[in-house]
């Protein structure tokens, strides 16, 4: 099943008077249980991929379905609903809340959701343990170590129980030892069924992927 398909799709920016274009004429698949990492230099049109294959941006000209779903003929609102219960979002910088528990951080996007009180509390609990912080659902990010932090977005990105993990540069604010422990996460996860996104500049995580899709000047260069 194809979860997200982009076809001959451009985002070109305006910056003043001069149109820059990010990503020029991108025709991609990506199907149900693939590990799939999107790499390239600065100035790739990587984050600007991110955004499109994420629902977080529209195109300039093209088309972009999330399940079927043409994107630009969604509202707003529709569209954050179908994005919210189909893909969850893992930053380098962890965009945790920092006056709210491990646990409160976990549960914001199941109330979000409106989800049962019980159910959401069990599945924050459940989601917690899934990452090995069972123990520190009481913390504040300040009291987590960075490896920590970067654990609890990952159970906050699962917590409504997504098809896609969308991770962008997900060990960039990490050393390698706490970035090996976050990737094994994503490939167990992979293994358990999700379908993996991953944004990255470094190849070497890239090979965890089954799939590298590279970019060059806005253009799919390998993979697409």
């Not at 001959?8 to 990010?22: L, S």
């Amino acid at each position: 099943m194809t979860l997200v398909k982009l076809q001959d799709v451009y985002k070109i920016y305006q910056m003043g008077e001069v149109q820059v274009p990010a990503l020029r004429g991108i025709t991609l698949e990506i199907t149900q249980g693939e590990f799939v990492a999107i790499v390239g230099q600065s100035g790739s049109g990587k984050s600007t991929m991110m955004n499109i294959v994420g629902c977080l941006d529209k195109p300039t000209k093209g088309i972009v379905r999330l399940k079927g779903q043409d994107i630009s003929r969604l509202s707003d609102s529709n569209l954050a609903v179908l994005r919210g219960h189909t893909i969850g979002f893992i930053f380098q910088q962890y965009n945790l809340i920092p006056s709210m528990t491990a646990f409160d951080n976990v549960l914001l996007p199941l109330e979000l959701q409106e989800m049962n009180d019980a159910q959401a509390r069990k599945q924050a609990n459940k989601v917690l343990e899934m990452v090995d912080l069972g123990d520190k659902t009481h913390h504040l990010p300040s009291q987590l170590s960075g490896g920590q932090q970067q654990r609890v977005s990952i159970a906050r990105a699962l917590a409504p129980e997504p098809e896609i993990i969308l991770a962008d540069e997900p060990t960039g604010a990490l050393d390698s030892k706490t970035g090996r422990d976050v990737l094994k996460i994503l490939h167990n996860l992979w293994k358990s069924g999700k379908t993996i996104i991953m944004v990255t500049h470094d190849l070497n995580l890239a090979k965890y992927a089954k799939r590298q899709i590279e970019l060059k000047d806005g253009h799919i260069i390998k993979g697409g």
